[in-house]
């Protein structure tokens, strides 16, 4: 079936740094679409959303992309730190139909201090 | 700390065992979710309950059995488990079913 996925699997930054956390989706009819941050031993964690009549969204240190025309969503952490290092997940969520998220397959955020 | 709380934090059982996992939340959300998450691995969606009814059942094996008491509880019963159900499972809800959805700190279940 049709799935979310990410580019790269481990990503490892700098403290300071600027990181950006990629991910394609194939499910044209996905009209919202959420990031989460989980920690070791913790369960996932909402960061921020978007929805398809967006292509940009901001929240603090964080942005997120939306390109409905390549299917791409991207993660951007400004000034990364090491409380950021974490697994990333993109999810999208068809507006009708099944209303529920289906889960890309994580990058991992590692920040060197 | 998350608002939705889930018990035990850890759990060993035997594969004859009969056991239950425990979620709550107090935030009025009428959605709740069972995930089970492999490491290294996304969540995989088990079930989801919409106002206390069951709405999604991914074909999931008839050992794990959910139960959704009131608008604040879910529980999932498990009984004659294999190794393979080995894995962190987790709770979640929303406000309505389509909504973003608030995760608990998961139950880290592992079969003998």
């Known amino acids: 079936g049709e799935s979310v996925g990410l580019h790269l699997p481990t990503l490892s930054v700098q403290e300071g740094d600027n990181s950006i956390i990629n991910c394609a989706y194939s499910?044209?009819?996905?009209?919202?679409f959420i990031w989460y941050k989980q920690e070791s031993g913790k369960g996932p964690q909402f960061i921020i959303d978007?929805?398809?009549?967006?292509d940009k969204r901001q929240g603090q240190r964080v942005t997120v992309l939306l390109n409905k025309t390549v299917k791409h969503l991207s993660l951007q952490i400004a000034a990364t730190q090491p409380g950021d290092s974490a697994v990333y997940f993109c999810?999208?969520?068809?507006?009708?139909?099944?209303?529920?998220?289906?889960f890309g397959s994580g990058t991992r955020l590692q920040v060197q201090p | 700390d998350t608002e939705v709380t889930q018990t035990p934090k850890h759990l060993v059982m035997g594969m004859t065992n009969k056991k239950s996992l425990k979620c709550e939340q107090h935030?009025?959300?009428?959605?709740m979710y069972w995930y089970k998450q492999k490491a290294k691995k996304p969540p995989e969606l088990m079930f989801v309950?919409?106002?206390?009814?069951?709405?999604i059942n991914e074909s999931v094996p008839s050992r794990f059995s959910p139960e959704c008491p009131n608008s604040s509880l879910l529980n999932l019963h498990l009984h004659a488990l294999q190794p393979e159900d080995s894995a962190l499972y987790l709770c979640?809800?929303?406000?309505?079913?389509?909504?973003?959805?608030?995760f608990g700190d998961g139950t880290r279940l592992s079969i003998l």
């Open positions: 499910n044209s009819a996905s009209d919202y």
């Open positions: 999810a999208e969520l068809m507006d009708t139909g099944r209303r529920a998220l289906t």
């Open positions: 309950y919409s106002y206390e009814k069951l709405s």
């Open positions: 979640a809800s929303s406000l309505v079913s389509g909504q973003p959805q608030h």
């Open positions: 978007i929805r398809s009549n967006m």
């Open positions: 935030m009025g959300h009428r959605a």
